[in-house]
Nanobody
């Protein structure tokens, strides 16, 4: 089993920055993909950014140029640096890890961007 612990959400004004962190723990031996998703009220959960073991990254169009995903394999952690935040970025942000072919989710951290 893999447990995910997220941190770093909060309230920020438009144009501000936040850094989300997610640390994986448990019986970890084969993390394939780490990523961040978000879900706004009344909307489906959507991919924000992901990073694979080799370091390749993938971003949603809405995140390109503003958000940066990074990974520290020694700490089994993934980070999301969010800059130039907009009110439409307001959502619950979820860490996702694909480990040994199974998908694990964090509990979510709220990001609220005020205008």
């Amino acid at each position: 089993q893999v447990q995910l612990l997220e941190s770093g959400g909060g309230l920020v004004q438009a144009g501000g920055s936040l850094r989300l962190s997610c640390a994986a723990s448990g019986s970890i031996f084969a993390i394939n993909v780490m990523g961040w998703y978000r879900q706004a009220p009344g909307k489906q959960r959507e991919l924000v950014a992901s990073i694979i073991t080799g370091g390749s990254t993938n971003y949603a169009d809405s995140a390109k140029g503003r958000f940066t995903i990074s990974r520290d394999s020694s700490k089994n952690s993934v980070y999301l640096q969010m800059n130039s935040l907009k009110p439409e970025d307001t959502a619950a942000y979820y860490c996702q890890v694909i480990h040994a072919g199974r998908i694990y989710w964090g509990q979510g951290t709220q990001v609220t961007v005020s205008s």
